[in-house]
Structure formats: C-alpha cells, structure tokens
Nanobody
Framework: HVQLVESGGGSVQAGGSLRLSCAAS????????IGWFRQAPGNEREGVAA???????IYANSVKGRFSVSLDQAKNIFDLQMNNLKPEDTAVYYC???????????????????WGQGTQVTVS
C-alpha cells in the first residue's frame, strides 16, 4: 500500500524559503515518477516539479531557478526546496507518485495515482 506524507509547510514572507519533504512507503522511487503539485483556491492543480523514472528533473516555468527537488532513494524522501517565494506560490502542496503516459506529461496531475494529504504554504 503506497503512502505519501508531506511535511514542512508553513507561512513565510515574500523572498523567504521553505523546504517541503515527502516520505514514501510501500514502494520504491525507482519504479515511479514522483512529483510536487500545488493547488490554490479556485485554481486547478498544477505540476511544480517532478523526477522521472530515469532521474531526469522537470520544473514548471513559474518556479525554474527558485525551486529545486532532491530525491534520497535510500531513505525514500523527496524534498522540494523553495527559495525566493512569491505570494503567487501560496497553495496547498501535494506529493504524488505515478506513471505519466509520456515524458511530456510528467507535470500532469491526472497521470498520477498516489497522493499525499497536502501541506499548506502561505507567502505574504
């Protein structure tokens, strides 16, 4: 049974940093794509960053240069480091695992099967 648990959310001022962690159990990272997604009130869930099965990393244009992901396969932990946060980064952030149908869909939330409960990030 795959379980994903996020932690590390909180409130921060614009320009600040936060680090989110996703702890996985019930599977190995090497067999799934894993990604970070976010959803702000009234908006659709959008992909932020993901690590494909070949360990390639993909970022949404809106976070390139500010966010970075790291994957510790030995500990089954997937982190999202967020720097220079902006108010528009405010959202609930989710960790997810799945098998996107192609490399072009790695940030497509509909291609992911397993989801964490989410953690709130608020930037003021």
């Amino acid at each position: 049974h795959v379980q994903l648990v996020e932690s590390g959310g909180g409130s921060v001022q614009a320009g600040g940093s936060l680090r989110l962690s996703c702890a996985a159990s019930g599977y190995t990272y090497s067999s799934y794509c894993i990604g970070w997604f976010r959803q702000a009130p009234g908006n659709e869930r959008e992909g932020v960053a993901a690590v494909d099965i070949d360990n390639s990393t993909i970022y949404a244009n809106s976070v390139k240069g500010r966010f970075s992901v790291s994957l510790d396969q030995a500990k089954n932990i997937f982190d999202l480091q967020m720097n220079n946060l902006k108010p528009e980064d405010t959202a609930v952030y989710y960790c997810a695992a799945g098998h996107p149908r192609s490399e072009y869909r790695v940030l497509s939330s509909s291609d992911y099967t397993y989801w964490g409960q989410g953690t709130q990030v608020t930037v003021s």
